[in-house]
């Protein structure tokens, strides 16, 4: 599967090199056209996995870049615009930084999530059009369609929560002289549609391809988007929340609130669960074992390899990630965001306690002991382990500044290798660095079984509060962490319930491209948004160590923020496409 789309990849990137107004056109080096492509079986096949080449570009975590197409100079992904993580400094001020200045608008900010969702829309529905002249078996045929159509869905999802209703073209390819009337269908006519698409694609197909069919959409995956998409639907932002004026608030969200949706949101999330065919990878030896090892222990040829795995996106062996992420020392640093203190704070101890908590044994002058083990498997900080040299025996790297049993601060230390004092160390695998030639499992997840049961306790507890079976999906999570005792204490209020499931899905789900889009529809970036981030100093002598927390940047949110705007270009061209408020 993995050559398949790489061969695909390269071979659907020069196909689809023209403009998409200029399908295939016949040019002085091809005889190519629409119909030639789709009448052979390789052709087809080549331009259908050409449609998963962006299914992970939203959530990529080197996103934004500086428009060089050979060798772009990388600013992070979207934790770069939360207050999850401070963007990599380069000369282009990048959507990201704009998001975290309180400076984006219409005419500067990336146009990637328009552009990129409604190019592959169109690939869908050329597709689509053309499946019955294709060479394929009928089975075959009524798999590919299904596959089509989630991920026709998938890139209306991508859109939908970055920019609420927005125009669906149905089954529609148009041509370069068409006149296309871009007006915003509402909110509940996207959601719908999405659901509708979901349900239609997972009808036909298994629920969980493995093996050799790893990395085929599956029904799981068709039921898990319906579930991600129902709990926004649900969510505060999107219900009669009053944010935006006529005549965009239908567009925008729900004009009126129903809690019934998270009724819907919940049933959605139990249907994944009620399948049986995803777990949590559960290894506490040492504790936290099974979250390290559900990113980067992988076994193609298993019938239960992913199996916390929804949906990911296939890639062979590589080091990217380590690339963006890893220290400089380790060939790391080339454009990944930098961990805030702030995010490391909001990890407890091993024992489930907050650091606040006075009896949770929390050391301020040995801050990272006895914690979460979630925070070592995503964070790394001074004297964490890593390899030595391209491979070999796990060290301690150096992120502080002064003098430590003889060694000096050097590239890797805070103000130098990192503004913050912090890597991230999420999906990396332990044994391999960037500046080596050994690589590893490249492939990224875009929904994950962990995320399924935080979305059904999250909906389940807004809508009938703290039941048993949320304590029972939020513990479950808890004790996959490696926390000792992982339960819950008994009693709890919705509200309560509420700030601990938000609290494990900034854990949890860190780095993944959600916390951005959290804050924004739980109505709370205002306050996440609108404070200065942190970062860590650690100050080393032979005898002493001390730890300064210290400023990183001022972050600033404005209302308009809530939604990304139109790219200017679009509204520009098309006066019925109405911009989103306040900007």
Known sequence: ???????????????LACQDAAFLDDTQTTNLNEGTVFADSTYATQFFFGIFEDIGFDSDPGRFSDGNAFSPARSGGLDGGSD???????????????????????????????????????????????IDITPFQPALKTQLVSETRFLRAWYYAILLKHYG????????????????????NTYQECVDYIVSECDIAAANLITRPVARDHGRIGAGACKALKARVLLYAASPLFNGSGFAPEPLTSIVGYPTADPNRWKLAAEA??????????????????????????????????????????????ATDGNYEERLWQPPSRGGGQGGAYPYHDLVNAF???????????NSGYDSQNPYANRDPRLNNSINHDQSLMPAVLQGPRVPIDIFLGNYQGRQAGQDAVRAGT??????NKMLLRVIVANGFITGPASRPLMRYAEVLLNYAEAKNEFDGPTQEVYDAVEAIRERAGLSPFTLAAGLSKDAMREIIRNERRLELAFEGHRFFDVRRWMIADQTENQTMTGMEVVRT??????????????????????????YAETAKSPELLQNPYY
């Not at 993995?2 to 020069?14: P, S």
């Not at 089954?171 to 007006?183: C, E, G, R």
């Not at 001390?546 to 001022?554: A, E, H, I, L």
């Open 84 to 130: 999850e993580a401070e963007p990599r400094a380069i000369p282009t001020i990048t959507t990201n930084v704009q998001f975290a200045t309180g400076t984006v608008n219409s005419v500067i900010v990336s146009k990637d999530a328009w552009d990129v969702c409604y190019r592959n829309i169109r690939r869908t529905n050329q597709f689509l059009k053309h």
């Open 1 to 15: 599967m993995r050559r398949v789309i790489l061969l695909a990849v390269f071979i659907g990137g020069i196909m």
């Open 165 to 184: 209703g927005i125009p669906l073209i149905g089954d529609t390819i148009y041509s370069p002289n068409d006149k296309i009337l871009a007006v915003r």
């Open 542 to 567: 032979d005898s002493t160590a001390s730890y300064n927390v210290f400023n990183v940047r001022k972050h600033n949110f404005r209302d308009a923020m809530y939604f990304w705007p139109i790219p």
């Open 269 to 314: 999330a139990q249907a994944v669960i009620s399948l049986n065919a995803y777990r949590l990878h559960v290894n506490n030896s040492p504790p936290g074992e099974g979250f390290y090892e559900e990113f980067v222990a992988k076994d193609f040829q298993s019938s239960n390899a992913y199996s916390g795995t929804i949906l990911e996106r296939v």
């Open 348 to 358: 407890g101890m091993a024992n489930g306690k907050a650091i606040t908590d006075p």
């Open 419 to 424: 503004p913050t004092g912090y890597y991230v």
